[in-house]
Structures are given as structure tokens and as C-alpha cells.
């Protein structure tokens, strides 16, 4: 099953702006009936997976909203705006794929606050 | 508040079975699919399993077809993975999900450990 693109890392400096990419296709993020949704996951060293985006856009309750997503045509982004050093994470993003019928995820992309 | 928390890790040989399961609390389990997600170590995320909230249609990474069978209890709020012809590459932290729908994950559980080695 092949993967979402997203960058290996990024990096900013504390309270700098960055944004994360994520690069699919037309039977997973530019589903042409919109039937399929990106979603973004933190993951903290050590941890299991949290929820920070949904529905593309959406923040689950408890989620700053420093923390934003966007999607256009095959791709989507995460922001994250005033990044402080509990931000340092891997950042997947996820759809599902109408052709292989099933959940796929970005490589993960590892966020560095300098 | 939600919870998921999975049992039935440890070290197999391979070409062996293990099942893999994971007891929910929280939500009305019976309203929501569930997924398994695994992570190689040092790796990133890998969808392996999806099952709808009625347990009538299952879900497979190409990985796993074949090989591994999800199936869910929901008179005791629990979902299970039963793995086969286990390989080395099947070495993961797997984690029991709940399905927010259109493929998203809105709770993760904590992960057990399989270790294929032999």
C-alpha cells in the first residue's frame, strides 16, 4: 500500500509559524465525489497517536487552535502557529483510499522546535 | 472518558499464530467501527485492519489479506486480530482504534508489542 507524501522533517524556531504537507492522489485526499477526509496525528516520543485535525479542517474538543488543517485538490497541510517545544513530534497525515479500500498514512513528518 | 486498552503481545515465532485483543470502554461500542494500527519500531504508522460496526464487512491492508482476521464481540466491547503465518515484518506496536468515520481515527489505545523472532 503506498503512502501519503510528507516531508521526513521540519524545523522552526519557538513561536515561528510552520506548516507540514501532505501529498495523495484521486482515490484518497482528491476523492472527486468527497467521500474521503484528511485527518493529522500527533505523536509524542514514547506515546500512541492523538487526533489533531479531522474532517480536513475540524479540531476535536481540546485541541488549540494553533493547530489547523487545509486541504485543495490532491493535498493538504497542517499549520501549527506560535510552535513551542511540547510541539516536538512526529505528524502523520491519513485518508481513506476508495481504491485499495483502506486507511492510508503519510510517511510521518518529525517537527523540530530550534 | 474513552478507553482502549489491548492485550496479547509478546514474542513468536514465525510462521506461528497470535490473537490480539482489545477491551473498550467509554462509547457505545456497538455504534462505531474499529480499526488496527500497527508501528514498526523506529517506523511510522501502518493500517492493518478495519471492521465495520456490525461486524459485517472487514477491511485489509494488502499486508495482511490472507493472513490475519479481525472480528468484534459487541455483547463484551471488545475487538480482536487474529494473526497467522506470522513474519518478521509483522513486528509492530499494534493498536486497537476507534473509527470516527471516512477512514479517521478519533481514539488510540496504549499498543502491545509483537515481536516476530525466532
Known amino acids: 500500500q503506498s503512502a501519503l507524501t510528507q516531508p521526513p522533517s521540519v524545523s522552526a524556531a519557538a513561536g515561528q509559524k510552520v506548516t507540514i504537507s501532505c501529498s495523495g492522489s484521486?482515490?484518497?485526499?482528491?476523492?472527486?465525489?468527497?467521500?474521503?477526509?484528511v485527518c493529522w496525528y500527533q505523536q509524542l516520543p514514547g506515546a500512541a497517536p492523538k487526533l489533531l485535525i479531522y474532517?480536513?479542517?475540524k479540531r476535536p474538543s481540546g485541541i488549540p487552535d494553533r493547530f489547523s488543517g487545509s486541504k485543495s485538490g490532491t493535498s493538504a497541510t497542517l499549520g501549527v502557529t506560535g510552535v513551542q517545544t511540547g510541539d516536538e513530534a512526529y505528524y502523520y497525515c491519513?485518508?481513506?483510499?476508495?481504491?485499495?479500500?483502506?486507511?492510508?498514512f503519510g510517511g510521518g513528518t518529525k517537527l523540530t522546535v530550534l | 472518558q474513552v478507553q482502549l486498552v489491548e492485550s496479547g503481545g509478546g514474542v513468536v515465532q514465525p510462521g506461528r499464530s497470535l490473537r490480539l485483543s482489545c477491551e473498550v470502554s467509554?462509547?457505545?461500542?456497538?455504534?462505531?467501527?474499529m480499526h488496527w494500527v500497527r508501528q514498526a519500531p523506529g517506523k511510522g504508522l501502518e493500517w492493518v485492519a478495519l471492521?465495520?460496526?456490525?461486524?459485517?464487512?472487514?477491511f485489509y491492508a494488502d499486508s495482511v489479506k490472507g493472513r490475519f482476521i479481525i472480528s468484534r464481540d459487541n455483547s463484551r466491547n471488545t475487538v480482536s486480530l487474529q494473526m497467522s503465518g506470522l513474519r518478521a515484518e509483522d513486528t509492530a506496536v499494534y493498536y486497537c482504534?476507534?473509527?470516527?468515520?471516512?477512514?479517521?481515527?478519533?481514539?488510540w489505545g496504549l499498543g502491545t508489542l509483537v515481536t516476530v523472532s525466532s
Open positions: 482504534a476507534k473509527d470516527l468515520a471516512a477512514g479517521g481515527i478519533d481514539y
Open positions: 467509554g462509547f457505545n461500542f456497538r455504534d462505531y467501527g
Open positions: 471492521i465495520t460496526y456490525d461486524g459485517g464487512k472487514e
Open positions: 484521486s482515490s484518497n485526499i482528491g476523492d472527486h465525489y468527497g467521500n474521503t477526509y
Open positions: 474532517g480536513n479542517d
Open positions: 491519513g485518508a481513506w483510499d476508495t481504491s485499495l479500500n483502506g486507511v492510508i
